[in-house]
């Protein structure tokens, strides 16, 4: 049976933020795998963040034989991450999205290795995976994705933050999206609703 590409979709909600989604980009741009689109949200930055930002898509470059992704740059001015995500997540044309934060990097085989699984698995509308965080002083630690007991890890491990999983596009649509009216842990809320399906 052959196997059917899927296509996906990275959504970077940032405000004010120029070096550190610099490194972000970068991190995306270099990946094995580029995904089909990167959609980066300007959530009413008051410094140089959307110049960057079109500085890191008009220098965009991937190896020979690659697809440059479609590089879309819009703004939201109600102010939160999670009127910044919807915004994202309504211009998405993907199978798949994949939120991440503008102060986090991809291993360069993250986007490949994310949508091997989904190919992989026709049936699944939810992608996870092993994130590393690094804390201020440089202290590394592995942080496992939990697909058993998930509503248990969700709550009390953050199995569904944000930078650790990925879902088909319809799935966020139809749990309502990001509740943009909550000010903390709107990702492990959201990931609860998405559970829920």
Known sequence: MEQIKQTVSVIIPVRNRVALVMGTLRSVMTQSRQPDAVIVVDNASTDETAEAVKFAFRNWSVPEGHKKPRLVLVSEEKPGQGAARNRGLREADTDWVLFFDSDDEMLSNHINRAMTVAEQNPDAEIVGWNVIYEDPSGKRKLQAFYSADS???????????????????????????????????????????????
């Open 151 to 197: 509503q248990f890890h969700n709550l009390f491990h953050g199995s569904l933050a944000t930078l650790r999983y990925m879902a088909h596009t319809d799935l966020f649509r139809r749990v309502g999206g990001w509740d943009e009216n909550i000010p903390i842990w709107e990702d492990i809320e959201l990931g609860s609703r998405l559970l829920n399906q």
